[in-house]
């Protein structure tokens, strides 16, 4: 896998835990459930079995690996589907994420239409919102691969689900009934508290310079003064 949070996150849930507390005003990194799922993954990864390729930078390990038909399964984003369509010489699929040692998990990432509530065009702006989430241009996206529709017209529905490859979608749809949804972060600064906080201290598990439990109470440590 790439060696980001959404992926080393999976793990945290995986396992009965959260990256934060649960107003989001602290670390939940070294709660009982993400210690477990942190452990399972550094099984994965470094134990006795080592079942698992030593994770990489985001967009590198694990995709690479896939299309060059080197690795068997790596975990990612619905937005894979069109390079996998382009890039894989060989018969692909979809499936749920495993279970972790705290029962079904995955994440709910989204990309959002917004206006700004002070535009100076306020109908122009819902207009074109209007149109990019009508089940025409809803249909269009699907088919295209990356996401799943947010309108749910059947022929928005229809056309996600009969965008092949792969031959079966319904593992997103499946998914998304206990998916934890992509956390906005409004008590800190995201990259201040993930980015320079959690990843550093989640890459000395990778590395073998911490154990989890020492990188999860250093990334807390860290973290926890950086809340509002």
Same mark, same amino acid.
């Given at each position: ?35 477990t ?34 690795v ?13 369509r ?16 705290? $029962? #079904? ?5 989204? =990309?959002? %239409?917004?206006? *700004? ?7 122009? @702006? ?61 008590? $800190? #600064? ?5 980015? =320079?906080? %959690?990843?550093? *201290?989640i ?6 310079? @911490? ?7 250093a ?10």
């Amino acid at each position: 896998m790439s060696d980001w949070w959404g992926l080393w996150g999976w793990f945290v849930y995986s396992g009965g835990g959260s990256l934060f507390n649960a107003d989001r005003t602290a670390c939940g990194l070294t709660e009982p459930g993400s210690i477990t799922g942190l452990q399972f993954m550094a099984d994965l990864f470094l134990g006795p079995d080592r079942v698992a390729p030593p994770p990489g930078l985001e967009g590198g390990v694990g995709e690479t690996e896939f299309h060059a038909g080197t690795v068997g399964m790596f975990p990612n984003g619905r937005w894979m589907t069109p390079s996998d369509r382009a890039n894989d010489a060989f018969d692909w699929a979809v499936v749920e994420m495993p279970k972790g040692p705290g $029962g #079904n998990a995955t994440w709910l990432f989204w =990309g959002a %239409y917004v206006i *700004n509530a002070q535009t100076e065009y306020p109908q122009q @702006a819902w207009t074109v919102l209007k149109a990019l989430t009508s089940p025409d241009v809803q249909a269009q996206i699907a088919a295209l691969g990356t996401n799943i529709p947010s309108n749910k017209a059947q022929a928005a529905v229809d056309a996600f689900l009969n965008s092949k490859p792969p031959a079966d979608n319904t593992p997103f749809i499946n998914g998304a009934a206990y998916a934890q949804a992509e956390i906005p972060l409004f008590t $800190g #600064n995201w990259n201040d508290i993930v980015g =320079g906080q %959690y990843q550093p *201290n989640i890459d000395k598990i990778f590395a073998g310079l @911490a154990t989890v439990q020492e990188a999860a109470q250093a990334a807390c440590d860290g973290a926890n003064p950086l809340f509002k």
